[in-house]
């Protein structure tokens, strides 16, 4: 096409010409928002299994999502003797002397009201409220000595990295917002660029089309907007790893670069969300190692037990006999630890204050390197990123084509 014609095609048809690099625009952050909305949506397959629907890839990738997560969590962030060392036994038995005193009186009364019903019933109430007193004054010691126990040898009775696990792979959502929270400038950043980027390509493309008329041009251009957009715009997240100078601009990953931002954040939807007091307390408590803890409490009770009975022992085992005295022990030790998770509820300010896994996992994470600190998010761009890249370059193509369409009906009228 001559320039006389290239010209007077432009006056003519001006407007669909400058609609070219607007398309592409379009089709970049479109494309985008395509993109991120797969990876984390929907929670569940939607569709006929196996082949024929769509999952999130990252509820799609749960389980390995999590463990990757978590390993770096538990191998460069935080671990289970730093979460529960920072308790000390002494205040926590302070912190819930009231509700413990209540559960001693109540497991004191059932216990001698099934074992020795006649004889409780006999004692006069002064006799009866100083055998309640003796038990509630021993409860306190019997925590502070099981929770020194359990700092003694903490990863036999808690499995921080299982805890986590469970919790992200049950609740999908949570897993989600870990990965959106954390890079959300990131996903943003992506969207945007799709705009940038398609923008620029279209000028292109726009150039072309005014010089050949190729309806190929279209959809060729639009495989190349969706997937070149999203393929740089996923490097420029994580590269260059340190920042460097291009043209006097300081270049560096985008995620790597607000490091303390991220760092801020994600301590804080980690302490809020996951590694909490009651967690904790339920991982410890009836986790797959609470027989362990099982364990520790019924040497505890037994011996508190033995000790209250003192002198008198010979005499109650008579009358009881040694095996019920034995199932009286073991029926203590299993209603003091069906009333340990809520009386240790009580604690959750306390506990909330002392571990300020908050902070330690701030401080932790602001002295990791790269590739540790970029391990944080990347699973969540690294699994199945080529199906992203795929689809975006397809939505690209389609919306090129649809536009080619366009443009030719507009051209012949």
Do not use: C
């Not at 502070?144 to 990863?155: C, F, K, P, R, T």
Request: aromatic share 8%; charged share 25%; hydrophobic share 50%.
């Amino acid at each position: 096409m001559g320039s006389g014609a290239v010209l007077h095609d432009i006056a003519t048809h001006w407007y669909i010409d400058f609609s070219i690099p607007v398309v592409a625009a379009i089709i970049g952050y479109v494309t985008k928002l395509v993109a991120i909305h797969m990876m984390f949506e929907p929670l569940e397959f939607v569709g006929i299994k196996p082949y024929l629907g769509w999952q999130g890839i990252v509820p799609r990738r749960a389980a390995r999502m999590a463990s990757i997560a978590v390993d770096t969590m538990t191998r460069d962030l935080i671990s289970a003797s730093e979460v529960v060392s920072r308790l000390d036994p002494e205040l926590v038995a302070q912190e819930i002397a009231e509700p413990l005193r209540t559960a001693a009186e109540e497991i004191t009364r059932e216990i001698m009201a099934e074992y020795q019903p006649g004889l409780w019933e006999a004692m006069p109430e002064p006799v009866r409220r100083l055998m309640i007193s003796r038990v509630q004054a021993e409860s306190p010691r019997m925590v502070s000595g099981v929770l020194a126990e359990i700092q003694a040898d903490v990863d036999s009775v808690f499995d921080l990295r299982e805890m986590v696990i469970t919790n992200l792979v049950t609740d999908k959502a949570l897993l989600n917002r870990i990965f959106r929270e954390a890079g959300r400038k990131e996903f943003r950043f992506i969207a945007r660029s799709g705009i940038y980027f398609g923008g620029t390509i279209g000028l292109l493309q726009m150039t072309l089309w005014v010089l050949f008329h190729e309806p190929l041009i279209m959809p060729a251009f639009g495989l190349i907007v969706g997937w070149f957009t999203d393929w740089l715009a996923l490097k420029m997240i994580f590269n260059p790893k340190e920042p460097i100078r291009i043209l006097g601009i300081e270049w560096q990953g985008l995620f790597l670069k607000r490091r303390k931002e991220v760092a801020a954040d994600y301590g804080a939807l980690i302490a809020d969300e996951i590694i909490t007091p009651r967690k904790v307390i339920e991982a410890v408590l009836r986790g797959p190692l609470s027989d362990r803890v099982f364990a520790m409490i019924r040497n505890q009770v037994q011996a508190a037990v033995d000790r209250n009975t003192g002198l008198a022992k010979p005499l109650v085992v008579m009358t009881v006999g040694t095996t019920r005295y034995q199932d009286m022990k073991r029926s203590i030790t299993h209603k003091v630890m069906a009333r340990m998770p809520e009386t240790l509820t009580h604690i959750e300010d306390y506990a909330r204050e002392s571990m300020d896994v908050r902070n330690l996992l701030i401080a932790k994470m602001q002295a990791l390197d790269d590739l540790q600190f970029e391990s944080l998010i990347r699973p969540a761009f690294e699994q199945d990123e080529w199906i992203l890249i795929t689809v975006g370059a397809l939505l690209g193509f389609t919306m090129g084509e649809a536009q080619a369409l366009l443009l030719e009906h507009f051209a012949s009228h």
